[in-house]
Structure formats: structure tokens, C-alpha cells
């Protein structure tokens, strides 16, 4: 039988191992501590999921490090960790160089401006073999079996395809991807722009406003991923649009949650703790603005997602700069 670790007993990490179980793998969940392990153990899985148990008898719960005996039968291992605590989680791990390893993570480093494979990268994972799971993905519709489908990039369409094959069970479909950048960046910047997506229905604005801050996001998130080496076609997709819509439309999203808090007058500080999880947009905001700098890439939206953000100025205020914008020609990034 195949095996797979997933680092992080996160909501997607729990969520992922549930995914790999199901569709008929053995499973390692990586967790911090023999005290996190128990926790998980008596749970099958987190109760913050709200499922009760989940995780089943091929799902095996160790603390980090891996060992030598487990690390032998691995194909491979996913990272489900907020990108804040990527570098250190994959650190604690200690997973074998030469596993493929895909990050699930959807940020940037906040220090080094990094994709998460780019982290990889510099721990001295082989850039052959890392990838990158993204797309429209709530983790509490999934592990309800609710259908949903992602999208896996690797270098390699081959190894693209084992993962597919490993992941997809039940209602759960993946698509295979090249273009590791792009659906890393589609899904970093798309949690952003659904912040600004929740300002706008925090402030009472409808569906027609929330719309043209998501077509508008779409535009410069793709102008941003050109800018860098990214296809169109994965913006126009799962990790793209897909998420997008996704994030910016669901109650559960908690970056879209965090919009509403601040348009209701909530600090970032407060908003954040009122949500009490992993809020990756709020992180992404000002890595993306340092990106799009060096590339001279404008992105309007992100630009006052992170001024809010930064305390420079209020929700209703942004949202009057970017309807006081000189009006343009609708132009949508092509290649
Ligand atoms: N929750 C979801 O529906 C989805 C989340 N993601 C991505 O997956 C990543 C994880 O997000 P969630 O599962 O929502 O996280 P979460 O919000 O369920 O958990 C985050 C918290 O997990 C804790 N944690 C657990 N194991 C950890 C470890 N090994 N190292 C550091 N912190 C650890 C930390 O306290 C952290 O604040 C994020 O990058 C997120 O964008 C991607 C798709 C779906
Ligand atoms: O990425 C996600 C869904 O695909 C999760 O969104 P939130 O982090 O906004 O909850």
C-alpha cells in the first residue's frame, strides 16, 4: 500500500490525511508534540471541524520528527501549515530530501517575499519533485464529503499524476498542473483580494460590487503572475478563479470574514482574534505589494487591502480611492 505524510494537524491537514485515507492510502500525521498527538487521536481528528471523528485506522499520528522506519515506505508528503510556520514545520519534520514534497499552504513568507516550494527549495528539496496543492477547497464542506476539486502542480506531469491518483476519493477530484508558480501564486494573492471581497459585504455593498472587486482582483492577480513567469490559463482555473470565487462567496471563508470585521470598524488585531484561526491574506497583503513593486506591476486592490491592513487609512475610506480611480479601458492580462 502506498504511504504519504501530511505535516500539520491543521484543518486541510486533518482534511488532506482523511482525503489520502479514504482514497486508499496509509497515512503518517506529523503533529507538534505527544500532547497534540493524543488530542488527535481521542478526536479522529479536530474538533474545531465539527464532524466528529474522521480519521480512520490507516491514519497514524506521531509526533515530529519522522523516523528513519517510517520515512523508508513514504511516496511522498504534503505540508499543510499556514506559510508563517512553513519553514519551521518542515524543519521539525525532517522529511527524506528526495520524498516529493507539495506544499498545501496558500502564502507567501512573509521575510523573504518566498513561494512555498521556493522554501523547499532553500531546505534543499529537489525543485524536480515539489509541488503545489491549490483551489477551491474549504476544508469544512470537504471533509463532510461535500464535492470538490483541486488542482496539483509538479515539474513533472508524471509525478503529477501519482499525486492525483493518491488524493482524489470520493466526491474529492484533482487536476493535474505544471505550472507550480502560478497556482502557488493564484492562491496566495486570491485570499487578499477576498478580503476586500468581505469589506464590501461588511459595508452592505451587493453581489454587483463584490463581482467587479473579483473580476477587477482576477485582472491584477494575473497581471502579477504573468509578471513573474505564471500561465493565464491557470488563473482562468481551480487555483485562479475557482478559489476566487470560492473564498470571496462563502460565509466560512475566514478571509473574507476577516473584510467584514474591519469594514465593521474591528482593528486587524481584533478581527483576527475574534476569527481565531489562520487569517492568510492579512500576511500576504504586503509581500504581494513587494513582489508587484519589483516587477512594476500596479495592483489597485491589494495596495488599499494592505493600507487597511497597515492602519494608514479605514475600509470605507479604500473603498472611496478605488471608486475615485481615473476610469481606464478594461484590460485583462492575456500572456
Ligand atoms: N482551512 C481550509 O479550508 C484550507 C486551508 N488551506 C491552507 O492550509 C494552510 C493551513 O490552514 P488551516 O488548515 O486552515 O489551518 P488552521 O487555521 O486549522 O490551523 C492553523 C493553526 O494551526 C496550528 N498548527 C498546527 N500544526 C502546526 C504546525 N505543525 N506548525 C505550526 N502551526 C501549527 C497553529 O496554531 C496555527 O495557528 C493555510 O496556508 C491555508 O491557507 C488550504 C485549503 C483549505
Ligand atoms: O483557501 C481556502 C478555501 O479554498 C480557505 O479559505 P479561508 O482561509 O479564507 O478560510
New binding site residues.
Partial sequence: MPAYAV?????????LAALLERAGNDVIL???SEL?AHAVRAAGG?E?LGTGPVLGPRVHIHP?PLTANHAAGLSGALV???????R??VQ??GLPRSLPVVS????LDLETSSR?TEVLHALGYDPDRTGA???P??????IRGLPAAAVIATPDLELGRAWQTALSAGAFRVYASTDVLGVELA??LK?VIAIAAGAAWGLGFGANAVAAIMTRGLAEMTRLGLALGAEVATFNGLAGVGDLAATCFSP???NRRFGELLAAGRTPADAVDEIG??V?GAHTAPVSLRLAAAAGVELPITAEVAAVIGGERTVPEAMLRLLGRPLAREELPRR
Fill in positions: 505535516v500539520g494537524a491543521t484543518s486541510w491537514g486533518v482534511t506529523l503533529v507538534r497534540e479536530l474545531r515530529m499543510a501549515v499556514p506559510s508563517h510556520a512553513f519551521a514545520a521539525a519534520a498545501a499552504a496558500k502564502g512555498m496543492l491549490s483551489g477547497n474549504l476544508a469544512h464542506e470537504i492562491g496566495a485570499n466560512l471563508s475566514r484561526e489562520t492568510e
